[in-house]
């Protein structure tokens, strides 16, 4: 660390950077400042950090029959939960007590298959 900054108190640096060195630190800001310093610099908003762990669980959470309550859940509209899962297999959802159609040494039977296989 270069000498002066260790004598550079908040106090010393005008709004709004002193807001964002009580946050940051003195430090961190100059790091900052010797990154980008004369850029603009835009900061999204915390939403743009929180979006792909929203959605990563609205695709946990996805059945293919649930667009409506995570609608609500989330704040967003059908339509945006259908496009964060686009493309995404919603799980197979297997009922114990229905029938299926299953090819068993090629005849069709009804049922579950033997269990002698």
Do not use: C, H
């Not at 059908?78 to 009922?95: F, L, M, T, W, Y």
């Amino acid at each position: 660390m270069e000498d002066w900054i260790k004598e550079l108190t908040i106090d010393m640096i005008p709004e709004p950077y002193s807001s964002y060195a009580k946050a940051i630190g003195i430090e961190n800001l100059i790091e900052l400042v010797k990154l980008s310093g004369g850029d603009e610099i835009y900061l999204p908003t915390l939403d743009f950090f929180r979006r792909p762990i929203r959605d990563k669980r609205i695709r946990e959470e996805y059945t293919g029959y649930n667009e409506k309550s995570l609608a609500r859940k989330y704040e967003l509209s059908e339509r945006r939960i259908r496009e964060i899962v686009e493309g995404e297999k919603p799980p197979a959802i297997i009922d114990e007590n229905q029938f299926s159609l299953i090819v068993e040494n090629g005849a069709f039977t009804w049922g579950t298959p033997s269990k002698n296989e």
